[in-house]
């Protein structure tokens, strides 16, 4: 992750969220969950693969996420992660918390929204 400098413990925080929120649509292999975090964060924010499938086995053991292996003609095997209901309930919770925390650091270093 390269978040302005690069901080660790800002992607340690958000890491679940930003994986449980790039599948909640549809179903991604692990490249494309990182290149959609890439995408949304506008290249700020980056997964390589040493730190995301840790994390992706971590989320499919707790059951927030599901993994299947898929393989079409002429490609390797993938594996492909959906989010679990339990992990609609943990992203929905997240990002409730995300939000209060978010405003909570603003009101601290004195940043008004309207």
């Known amino acids: 992750m390269s978040l302005l400098t690069g901080s660790r413990e800002m992607k340690k925080g958000s890491a679940e969220l930003l994986i449980?929120?790039?599948?909640?649509?549809?179903?991604?292999?692990?490249?494309?969950?990182?290149?959609?975090?890439?995408?949304?964060?506008?290249?700020?924010?980056?997964?390589?693969?040493?730190?995301?499938?840790?994390?992706?086995?971590?989320?499919?053991?707790?059951?927030?996420?599901?993994?299947?292996?898929?393989?079409?003609?002429?490609?390797?095997?993938?594996?492909?992660?959906k989010l679990t209901p339990e992990g609609r309930k943990v992203l929905a919770r997240q990002r409730s918390l995300w939000r209060a925390f978010v405003k909570a650091i603003d009101r601290a270093v004195g940043v008004e929204h309207a």
């Open 20 to 81: 449980l929120s790039a599948i909640e649509a549809r179903p991604r292999h692990g490249y494309d969950i990182a290149r959609r975090i890439e995408e949304r964060s506008k290249g700020t924010v980056t997964f390589h693969a040493a730190s995301l499938y840790p994390l992706l086995y971590r989320l499919e053991q707790r059951g927030w996420i599901a993994g299947r292996w898929t393989e079409r003609p002429g490609e390797r095997r993938r594996r492909l992660y």
